[in-house]
Structure formats: structure tokens, C-alpha cells
């Protein structure tokens, strides 16, 4: 099944981000070398495709798993949690129906 997870951004995290960006790709492209990622894409905090100092809100990651535990673990362990450029990640199950 698809799951949404909407990693939220601490204030101010852009320096934290850069410290776990490597990480943090790495594991999407695992997702997506098993055929498993649908989209994962950062929210910028302004109406820009590159928002500068002002940085980003949160990401949001699309990708299945066998379960909501299985989705919740994922993202409980991604980098940017740890390295605290998240402050946690809201999971949710996600219904695709276009395209």
C-alpha cells in the first residue's frame, strides 16, 4: 500500500538539512531502485522553486510499504530526524488515483 509521510521542518533547519541531505537521498534511492517511491520533493516556506534563507517547511515523501508500522519506522529513522532538521514526520495511508 502507498503511504504520504510529511516530514516537518524545525525552525531554521537548512544548516541541519545539508548535514543530512546525502543520508537522507540515499535512502530514497533505495526506495526507488525497489520500485517503491512515487515522489519525494522538499516544501519550500516560500512561493519559489529555490527559497533561498528562507528555506523549507517540511518534505513529503510518497512510497509504499507492507504497512503503516513498516511507513511510520521509515521515516521515525531517516536522517533528517535524526540529525534534527525534522522534527517528526506525520504518516498517513495514501490512495493514488491519478495518474
Same mark, same amino acid.
Given at each position: 500500500?502507498?503511504?504520504?509521510?510529511?516530514?516537518?521542518? @524545525?525552525?531554521?533547519?537548512?544548516?541541519?538539512?545539508?548535514?543530512?541531505? &546525502?543520508?537522507?537521498?540515499?535512502? *530514497?534511492?533505495?526506495?526507488?531502485?525497489?520500485?517503491? *517511491?512515487?515522489?519525494a520533493?522538499?516544501?519550500?516556506?516560500?512561493?519559489?522553486?529555490d527559497?533561498?534563507?528562507?528555506?523549507?517547511?517540511?518534505?513529503? =515523501? =510518497?512510497?509504499?510499504? &507492507?504497512? *503503516?508500522?513498516?511507513?511510520?519506522?521509515? @521515516?521515525?529513522?531517516?536522517?533528517?530526524?535524526?540529525?534534527?532538521?525534522?522534527?517528526?514526520?506525520? =504518516?498517513?495511508?495514501?490512495?493514488?488515483v491519478?495518474?
Amino acid at each position: 500500500m502507498l503511504y504520504m509521510i510529511h516530514g516537518i521542518d @524545525a525552525r531554521d533547519s537548512l544548516k541541519r538539512r545539508a548535514g543530512g541531505r &546525502d543520508a537522507h537521498l540515499a535512502r *530514497l534511492r533505495a526506495l526507488a531502485d525497489e520500485a517503491r *517511491l512515487i515522489l519525494a520533493g522538499p516544501l519550500p516556506a516560500i512561493d519559489a522553486e529555490d527559497p533561498g534563507p528562507a528555506g523549507f517547511t517540511g518534505s513529503l =515523501v =510518497v512510497a509504499e510499504f &507492507d504497512s *503503516l508500522e513498516q511507513a511510520r519506522t521509515w @521515516a521515525d529513522e531517516d536522517p533528517y530526524i535524526q540529525c534534527g532538521a525534522w522534527t517528526g514526520a506525520e =504518516v498517513r495511508p495514501f490512495k493514488r488515483v491519478l495518474p
